[in-house]
């Protein structure tokens, strides 16, 4: 074949082409640019956002037992008895044993500081995040980078710092904790072998005894295990688990009066609407309640546009993501079916702050079946959709300051309490900020003083510490004159690790504080900003001879 014939100049144009390689179209380039901004902002944004919850967690921290946390202190002779028998016992319409044995354990071994429910309540919090995040970065249809902007971006919204209002409350360690296990269960029966269908069977019990709503799993595992299409010795054994769990439950079990699945009949669109803001949260609190509606509702129509092709695929991606989301969605309407109030056309109940965690989750795995369904149908705006995504995370960060602010009222109420206790002053107005009966703390707070617990636990109590050392006029930075009662100082003289009370001999006769979310209006003197406020309780047998001593 001789060079000049023209098929033969079209092989080794062919050839030279082949060798070269095509070089990359402006588009290519285009979104190559576009996914590594996104992929720059995206980590930035989600190490931001946790950096700010782990914080936000770290401040709220409470010793003292708060709201139904003092079931733990009820049941403590048992507890220190290691007589168990209670934790069958029902808490409103829940049974939390797995929680319940958490609290044990604090009690048991970290003197009640409350400390082990709160790592143990973020811990199930970041896992879940990686279950949801575990298939998606095992499905090789998609460009890694694709995959690694997904997940970054579903966790910089799981990790906004709103949920801290639920992990830093120990109690809600049962949202956390159900939250994972209903998570691993729908990952686990992907693999359809008895070992792990076993393991999903044990996720599920957990989750049923760790929050009452984790009944309504066990519907969503029989039909997740239909689609992937479980042999029939694996379905009987699922079903049959199941069966039992749910029976068991309702071993002198007593129903609740205010749970009425009538209302659900009666009032079906303000139940609708009630779901619709459940699922809103935290975002639909930027404006109005009717706004809560619109995100909500929006949410739901974009997952059942979804759902079907996720579901079709029979991946662990479409049957996580989708499950979970449904599973939320159905907790939501038993929720309402207890919790709404029709006469309530704000909807309060549904946008409680204790519901965030299995709310944040269902964010992240409806932004995880958008983003995947837009990375595998490769279009051409893909790397703009997470840009957008986290320009609409950091723009409702900003609207909800407001709502930030506000749910933290009773954190910043009950730190006061606690400081006034550390200082042995019982005000029964101030208690109510932990309990709603005075007369309760008043019964239970010698049993904790006697066990040495929580606030009394060593070596932090005020007695040890009044006990152990006077201080020295080298070590006090500055003091402030303080009366008696409450007092509230501005401006911090110094930068300050500690602030004690003392006596003009020096004596460590209390405690003061700087709360970190600044204190309430009505607390504030004039003109002093939020986050420069000292606070001190100073007992009656003190007046006139405490100051505030700022040591370094």
Known sequence: MRPHEPVTRAFFATKRSLAQGAEPSAGLRARSVFTGLALVLAAALCFKNWLENFSAMHALYLEIPFADYWRVVYHLPQIQRFDFRYLWQQHNEHRIVFPDLVFAFDVLVFRMRRVLPVVVSCLCYVSSWLVLACPILRDR??????????????????????????LG??????????????????????????????????????????????????????????????????????????????????????????????????????????????LSMPFGGMKSPHFGLYVGGAAVSVFLLLAPAAIRSRNRLGIVSCGWYTFTLISAVLIAAGRMDPSDTTFTAARASRYLVPVMLSWGALLILVLYAAAQRRFAWMPLLPLIVMALLMLSSRKLNWWWSFNLRPFVAAQITQ??????????????????????????????????????????????????????????????????????????????????????????????????????????????????????????????????????
């Open 141 to 166: 249809k998609l460009a890694p980078a694709d995959r690694v902007l997904i997940v970054l971006v579903a966790s910089a919204a799981i990790g906004w710092k709103g949920s801290a209002l639920s």
């Open 169 to 278: 409350d120990p109690f809600l360690l049962q949202w956390s904790l159900m939250s994972l296990a209903a998570l691993l269960s729908l990952l686990l029966l992907g693999p359809q072998s008895n070992a792990y269908v076993a393991g999903a069977i044990a996720c599920g019990v957990v989750a049923t005894y760790s929050c009452g709503n984790g009944l309504l799993l066990w519907p969503v595992l029989w039909t997740a295990a239909a689609l992937f299409r479980l042999n029939r010795r694996q379905m009987v054994a699922l079903l049959l688990s199941g069966c039992i769990a749910i029976a068991l439950y309702f071993v002198g079990y007593r129903f609740v009066g205010d749970s009425s699945f009538t209302n659900l009949l009666y009032h079906p669109f303000y139940t609708a609407g009630f779901v619709a803001t459940f």
């Open 419 to 552: 400081l006034s206790l550390e200082n042995d002053v019982f005000d029964p107005e101030l208690i109510r900020h932990i309990f709603p009966s005075p007369e309760f703390v008043a019964h239970y707070l010698p049993e904790l003083k006697d066990s040495r617990l929580s606030i009394y636990a060593e070596p932090s109590s005020l007695g040890e510490m009044a006990k152990s050392r006077n201080m020295r006029a080298a070590e006090i930075e500055r003091t402030l004159p303080v009366a008696s009662g409450l007092e509230v100082i501005g401006r911090s003289p110094v930068r300050a690790t500690r602030v004690l009370l003392v006596n003009p001999a020096g004596t460590i006769i209390g405690l003061g504080r700087a709360l970190p979310f600044g204190l309430p209006d009505e607390l504030m003197p004039p003109h002093t900003a939020r986050s420069e406020a000292w606070i001190a309780f100073v007992p009656e047998r003190y007046r006139g001879q405490a100051f505030l001593a700022f040591v370094p």
